[in-house]
């Protein structure tokens, strides 16, 4: 095994700790069937929306939110490692508030100051990370606040 493979082994471990689980700050409805989906996908795909995945065709809900922060743990091992490369101990779990914008962009994500990991170089490197990610957009039309904890931990 060469020593690249053996570097990303507790990384890979990082990843397998992370918490898939997250809070919703206020109420919305589920999605409802009133839009019907009897076309509506040939009306958006032929529409100047900016969205081209298919999940900006499904609203922002928790279950989506959370499986779209899934997609972005490279981001949360990159900056993870850089971290723990500087304190090989580092643990604790990071809560994010993320501010989702009615376009599906991060207008904001505060790291609670309760977080048990409160690692100024982590930090930075997730603030940087989280201005690119983007989400499907609400239902509501509206900003709407989410919660993830992020579980962090040396492999």
Same mark, same amino acid.
């Given at each position: 095994?060469? !020593?690249?493979?053996?570097? %990303?082994?507790?990384? %890979?471990?990082?990843?397998?700790?992370?918490?898939?689980?997250? @809070? @919703?700050?206020?109420?919305?409805?589920?999605?409802?069937?009133?839009?019907?989906?009897?076309?509506?996908?040939?009306?958006?795909?032929?529409?100047?929306?900016?969205?081209?995945?298919?999940?900006?065709?499904?609203?922002?809900?928790?279950?989506?939110?959370?499986?779209?922060?899934?997609?972005?743990?490279?981001?949360?091992?990159?900056?993870?490692?850089?971290?723990?490369?500087?304190?090989?101990?580092?643990?604790?779990?990071?809560?994010?508030?993320?501010?989702?914008?009615?376009?599906?962009?991060?207008?904001?994500?505060?790291?609670?100051?309760?977080?048990?990991?409160?690692?100024?170089?982590?930090?930075?490197?997730?603030?940087? @990370?989280?201005?690119? !990610?983007?989400?499907? @957009?609400?239902?509501?039309?509206?900003?709407?606040?989410?919660?993830?904890?992020?579980?962090?931990?040396?492999?």
């Amino acid at each position: 095994m060469s !020593w690249t493979a053996r570097s %990303l082994l507790p990384v %890979l471990g990082l990843a397998l700790t992370l918490a898939p689980a997250c @809070k @919703k700050d206020s109420e919305s409805a589920p999605p409802t069937d009133e839009a019907g989906d009897s076309g509506d996908d040939a009306d958006d795909s032929a529409g100047g929306d900016d969205g081209s995945d298919a999940d900006a065709e499904e609203p922002l809900t928790q279950a989506v939110f959370e499986e779209q922060v899934q997609g972005y743990m490279d981001d949360v091992v990159d900056c993870y490692s850089q971290a723990s490369a500087e304190n090989a101990e580092l643990a604790g779990q990071i809560v994010v508030n993320f501010t989702i914008g009615a376009d599906g962009s991060v207008e904001s994500a505060v790291i609670d100051e309760g977080s048990s990991l409160n690692d100024e170089t982590m930090n930075t490197c997730l603030q940087g @990370k989280f201005s690119g !990610w983007t989400f499907a @957009k609400p239902a509501s039309g509206e900003s709407t606040v989410l919660i993830f904890p992020f579980n962090l931990a040396p492999a």
